[in-house]
Each structure stands twice: as structure tokens, then as C-alpha cells.
């Protein structure tokens, strides 16, 4: 966390209560999410987003977004770093911009980025070992889980009762998939949210966080069926292919 703020040029942006609540950090776990390049001319250009999802000592997680690109003057790489999606998606819009209108071999490479990435994402599928249950804070978690939920079939009032007596909660990276569309990579990314009930019953949220709308905004949506949530991103995805 502290590298990843040195390196950034707008790391003083980062607001105090967040400081204060990633001293805390137990783990860490870093994903790319979003890759656009240009091979010029005048010169190759090229950004990608990068998500830093940290688990807290209270069992919370806290997601910070950075930003890696060499649109700016020069040919150096430059660092910026986001606590919210809103703000992230304007940094995204306005550094895109510099890229023009891609070509056709432009938008191969960058859908071969992502292709190139699945034997990565396929080894993180492997079979999961025992759950590891964090015990602070869980019911907070599922709350904090299902309040970002954007989807309006998101579970409801039964789920939140029923995880109120969770006592323990596990985070895991699922599967996801990306394609190229509308000029741009789009694609989701599943995580289960396994929890520990009082009474030893273990309930999963499954969530997807997508880009699959017109801003390339990140969107999470929550839902109580793995198969569902996964059926529900890929059939956007078809959509846009259509």
C-alpha cells in the first residue's frame, strides 16, 4: 500500500479515514482490470487499471483503483490512484481520450491482452483449499456487500435477517470472462462471499462486477445462485455481440 501511494502523483488525494483504515491491512490482492494500448504514431500509448483489494483486521475489505499509463507529455509512466469508482471512471474517460479513435488491429491487441491472460485466470481455478474463515465482523461485511449491489433482483430483506447471525466470512475469486465489443474490452469478474452462520450452515453471495454499459463504468451486482449470476453477465455479453 505505502509503494503503491509513493508512486502515485495524486497520492495525497486519498482521504484520511482511508489511511487510517489500510494500516490495518492483513492481505492483499492485485488484479488487472481494464487494458487499452495504441502502437501510434507519433508513439505507442497504453493505460491499464489495476484493482489493489485489501482485507482489513476487522474483516472488511477496502478496494483502492490505480491507474498505469504514458498518455501525458513525454513518454514517461505515470501513477494515479482512486478510493472511488465515480472518480476512477472520470480519470479512465479523460485518459482515453488521448488515444483517438482505435483501428481495427488496436482493438485485436487489445482483446489479445486478455486472451493472454487466461491461462492466469484459469490457474486461479484450481480446486479451492479449506475455507478460512474470518470471525470479526461478518455480518457487517454481508451488509456492506449487498448495500453496493446495483442489480435490482439483488437478494433482500430474508438474506440480510438471515446473515445478521453470521460469525465468520471467506472472500474467493470465482471465474470471469472478457471479450472484445462496441470498440473495447468489456467483460465481469464473479467472487464468492461465503459466510458462517450461528447455527453452522454456510450461506455464498455471488457477486459480479461488470463494465458491461456504455461508460465502462465498474458496476457490482449481487446475487443468491452462482449459476445465475453467471448467466446474467454472459448473456449482456452476448447481447453486445449481437
Not at 490512484?81 to 488491429?105: T, W
Not at 453470521?166 to 470465482?174: F, L, R, T
Not at 450452515?201 to 443468491?224: A, D, K, Q
Request: aromatic share 6%; with cysteine; glycine share 8%.
Amino acid at each position: 500500500m505505502e509503494e503503491l501511494l509513493a508512486r502515485a502523483g495524486n497520492g495525497f488525494e486519498i482521504g484520511d479515514e482511508v489511511l487510517e483504515r489500510l494500516t490495518t491491512a492483513l492481505m492483499a490482492h492485485t488484479e488487472l482490470a481494464s487494458f487499452r494500448q495504441r502502437k501510434g504514431p507519433p508513439r505507442k500509448l497504453s493505460r491499464r487499471t489495476l484493482r489493489h483489494n485489501y482485507l482489513l483486521q476487522d474483516g472488511s475489505s477496502l478496494v483502492l483503483w490505480e491507474i498505469e499509463h504514458n498518455t501525458g507529455p513525454g513518454d514517461d509512466r505515470r501513477h494515479e490512484v482512486y478510493e472511488d469508482q465515480v472518480s476512477l471512471a472520470a480519470a479512465q474517460y479523460l485518459i482515453d481520450a488521448r488515444f483517438g479513435d482505435p483501428s481495427p488491429e488496436e482493438l485485436e491487441a487489445e482483446a489479445a491482452e486478455w486472451l493472454a491472460r487466461l491461462p492466469e485466470l484459469a490457474a486461479l481455478e484450481l480446486p479451492q483449499c479449506p475455507r478460512q474463515y474470518t470471525e470479526e465482523h461478518s455480518a457487517d461485511h454481508a451488509w456492506r456487500v449487498l448495500r453496493r449491489a446495483e442489480n435490482q433482483d439483488a437478494p433482500g430483506e430474508r438474506m440480510r435477517r438471515l446473515l445478521l447471525s453470521a460469525i465468520g466470512h471467506d472472500i474467493a475469486y470465482v471465474t470471469g470472462r472478457h471479450l472484445r465489443a462496441c470498440g473495447r474490452v468489456v467483460g465481469w469478474t464473479l467472487y464468492e462471499h461465503a459466510f458462517l452462520l450461528a447455527t453452522g450452515e454456510e450461506v455464498s453471495l455471488w457477486e459480479i462486477e461488470h463494465t458491461i454499459n456504455p461508460e465502462g463504468r465498474p458496476v457490482c451486482e449481487v446475487y443468491e445462485d452462482e449459476r445465475v449470476a453467471c448467466d446474467t453477465a454472459d448473456g449482456r455479453l452476448e447481447g453486445l455481440q449481437g
